[in-house]
C-alpha cells in the first residue's frame, strides 16, 4: 500500500490542445496504447462521434444520456498516474473547452507539422499562458511531408511568443522519416513497425557510434550533424525553471499515426512535468500534499434527456485524499454531504471510484446544486478556490421568446442555463429580460440553448444574429461609463453578474475605444 504522498506524487494531470485534426486523438489513444490501457489502436471512438453534424450530436447526447465520454481519461505508464483533459475541438469547442485546461497541471500542444501553428491552437494557448502552466510541443505527422523543423519552431515563437527547446530532433520526414535523435543523452533512436496498431520497435545508438550512419540514409546523418551544429549555435538553452513558469516549451517530434517517436515524448515528458501543483485560495495558497482533501468544480455537463434532469459535475482534486463515503463540505452550499456515485472516467467507461487523490478528475453526480468555481474541502475546512474566469465569447445572437406569456420560463431557462456556464447572456443596464444578448464560444451552444429552452422549459425562441465579433469586460471598475467615448457599432452592455462589457464589431472598433479612452482597460476573461 503505497501512502498518500506517494501516490500524489506519481500523478500527471495534463490537458492536450490543438487545432482539430492536427492528432490530439490519435495521440491521446497512443498514450493509452503505450501505458497498457488497450491492446491495440483503433478503439477510441468517443471524439469521432462528436464530429457528426447537430443533429446527430443532440441525438447522440441523448441516447447516451449523460455526455462524459472521453472528457478525462486516467491511465497508469512506468509507475505514473496521469489524468489526461479532453479539449473538445470542432463544433463542439465551448467554453468548457477553455475550462478545461484550469483543471490541468500541464499543456501538450499538438501541431501539425505541415500546418504550424493553427488558429484554435491560439486561443487555447492564450488560456495556457494566462495561467503560466507549463506547456510541451509534440509536433506531430513528421511521416508526411513536413515543413523544415527549424521553421517550424521560428513560428511558435513568433506567433505564440513562447521561446521553444527541441528535446529531440527529428530525423528525416515524410517516407523517409526514421525517428529522433536524443539530445540529453545524445542517442539516436530509429524506429520500424508495420501500421502503429501496436507499438513501434526502436533500434539506438549513440550519435558518433558507427552504428548510427547504418541505420539510416548517408545524408540523413549528415543532415542531422549539420543541423545539430545549428542548434547548438543558435537555439535557446534549456531551464527546468523556464520551462516550469511556462516560458519555455520544450519540443518533441513524431508520427501518432505510426507510433514513431510517441514513446520517447511521453517518457520525456512525465519525467521534465512536475506532481500536482499547488492552488490559490482566499485563505493562500493550498498544497497537494496537505493532508485534507479540497477539489473545485470545473464544468457541469448537463443531461440533455428530458426525463434526466441530473447533471455530472467535474471535480479536479487539489489536496489530500478522497475517500468515497467521507463527509464532505460544499463550500458555497454551506452543507456538509457525502458525494453521490463519484467516478472515473476512462474512455467510453466509468467506473465508481474509492478513493481518489490531488491531481485526479472525478465526476460526481449533481442534483442542481453544484456551480462552476464551487470548492469542495474536508468537513473542518472552509476556503473558497480562486474563481474560474469568463472567456470572451466569439459569437452573439439576439435572442427573444416567441410567445410572451411565457416571460416567466424564459427568464428561468436562461438564467439557468447561463449559470450552469453553457453561454453568456448580456443586457443593457436597467432593462428587464424581454430579448436578451447571449454569447457562447463556439457556436454548436446556440443549438443547444434552443433545444433545451424548448425541451426542459418549454419555450420556443427567436434568435437574430448579431454582428458583434468581440467582447471585453471593463478593467477598472471605478471608469465612469456614461463619458465613455465609442463609435456607435460598439455595445455597452452587463454580463449576468452586474460587471459592465463592451461588445465590438471589429479589431479596429476595440483599437478606437482604447484610443479614445485613455484610461480604460479592457480585458478578455473576467473573474468576477
Ligand atoms: P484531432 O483529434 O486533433 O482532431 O485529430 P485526429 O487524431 O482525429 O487526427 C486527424 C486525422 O489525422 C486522422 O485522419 C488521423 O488518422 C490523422 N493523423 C493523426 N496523426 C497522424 C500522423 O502522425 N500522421 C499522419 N499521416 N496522419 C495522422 P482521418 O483520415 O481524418 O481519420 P481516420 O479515418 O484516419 O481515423
Not at 490530439?24 to 493509452?32: G, I, M, P, Q, V
Not at 469521432?48 to 441525438?59: G, L, P, R, T
Not at 517517436?261 to 515528458?269: A, N
Not at 460587471?499 to 472598433?509: D, K, V
Amino acid at each position: 500500500m503505497s501512502t498518500t504522498e506517494e501516490q500524489i506524487r506519481r500523478r500527471r494531470t495534463f490537458a492536450i490542445i490543438s487545432h482539430p485534426d492536427a492528432g490530439k486523438t490519435t495521440l491521446t489513444e497512443k498514450f493509452l496504447l503505450y501505458g497498457g490501457a488497450i491492446q491495440a489502436a483503433g478503439m477510441v471512438k468517443g471524439k469521432k462521434n462528436m464530429k457528426h453534424a447537430v443533429s446527430d450530436w443532440m441525438e447522440i447526447e441523448k441516447q447516451r444520456g449523460i455526455s462524459v465520454t472521453s472528457s478525462v481519461m486516467q491511465f497508469e505508464y512506468d509507475g505514473y498516474c496521469i489524468n489526461i483533459l479532453d479539449t473538445p475541438g470542432h463544433q463542439d469547442f465551448s467554453e468548457d473547452t477553455y475550462r478545461t485546461l484550469m483543471a490541468a497541471d500541464t499543456a501538450v500542444m499538438v501541431i501539425d507539422a505541415s500546418k504550424g501553428v493553427e488558429a484554435q491552437t491560439k486561443k487555447l494557448f492564450k488560456v495556457c499562458v494566462m495561467r503560466h502552466i507549463p506547456i510541451f510541443t509534440f509536433i506531430n505527422k513528421m511521416d508526411r511531408e513536413a515543413r523544415d523543423p527549424l521553421d517550424v519552431l521560428e513560428e511558435i515563437e513568433n506567433v505564440l511568443g513562447i521561446q521553444t527547446y527541441p528535446v529531440n530532433w527529428p530525423i528525416g520526414s515524410g517516407k523517409i522519416f526514421r525517428g529522433v535523435y536524443d539530445r540529453t543523452k545524445e542517442q539516436i533512436a530509429v524506429f520500424s513497425g508495420e501500421n502503429g496498431k501496436q507499438e513501434a520497435h526502436a533500434d539506438y545508438a549513440a550519435l558518433h557510434d558507427a552504428k548510427a550512419k547504418n541505420l539510416m540514409d548517408p545524408d540523413q546523418y549528415e543532415k542531422l550533424l549539420e543541423d545539430m551544429e545549428l542548434l547548438e549555435g543558435a537555439g535557446s538553452e534549456f531551464s527546468q525553471e523556464a520551462v516550469d513558469h511556462g516560458e519555455l516549451s520544450p519540443v518533441f517530434f513524431g508520427s501518432a499515426l505510426t507510433n514513431f517517436g510517441v514513446e520517447p515524448f511521453l517518457r520525456d515528458f512525465l519525467n521534465m512535468t512536475s506532481p500536482p501543483l499547488p492552488r490559490q485560495a482566499d485563505c493562500g495558497t493550498i498544497d497537494p500534499f496537505d493532508k485534507d482533501f479540497s477539489g473545485f468544480i470545473f464544468k457541469i455537463q448537463a443531461n440533455m434527456n428530458k426525463a434526466h434532469r441530473d447533471r455530472i459535475a467535474f471535480m479536479r482534486i487539489c489536496s489530500g485524499r478522497f475517500d468515497k463515503d467521507a463527509e464532505v463540505y460544499h463550500v458555497q452550499g454551506d452543507k456538509r454531504m457525502r458525494l453521490a456515485q463519484p467516478q472515473t472516467l476512462m474512455a467510453q467507461d466509468r467506473e465508481t471510484v474509492q478513493e481518489a487523490f490531488a491531481g485526479d478528475i472525478i465526476g460526481i453526480f449533481d442534483p442542481g446544486i453544484f456551480s462552476i468555481g464551487d470548492t469542495i474541502c474536508a468537513p473542518n475546512k472552509k476556503f473558497h478556490f480562486e474563481g474560474i474566469p469568463s472567456f470572451e465569447p466569439e459569437h452573439f445572437r439576439l435572442v427573444r421568446q416567441i410567445d410572451t406569456m411565457k416571460r416567466k420560463q424564459f427568464v428561468k431557462g436562461m438564467t439557468q442555463i447561463a449559470q450552469e456556464g453553457a453561454i453568456q447572456i448580456f443586457s443593457e443596464p436597467d432593462s428587464g429580460m424581454e430579448e436578451v444578448i447571449v454569447g457562447v464560444v463556439g457556436v454548436l451552444q446556440f443549438d443547444v440553448l434552443e433545444h433545451r429552452l424548448k425541451n426542459e422549459y418549454n419555450v420556443d425562441v427567436k434568435m437574430e444574429p448579431l454582428t458583434f465579433q468581440f467582447a471585453r469586460w471593463v478593467g477598472n471598475k471605478e471608469m465612469d461609463l456614461k463619458t465613455l467615448d465609442l463609435t456607435s457599432d460598439t455595445k455597452l452592455a452587463q454580463d449576468l453578474r452586474g460587471n459592465p462589457i463592451l461588445l465590438f464589431s471589429s479589431e479596429w472598433n476595440i483599437r478606437w475605444a482604447e484610443e479614445h479612452n485613455k484610461d480604460l482597460i479592457l480585458e478578455n476573461f473576467n473573474r468576477n
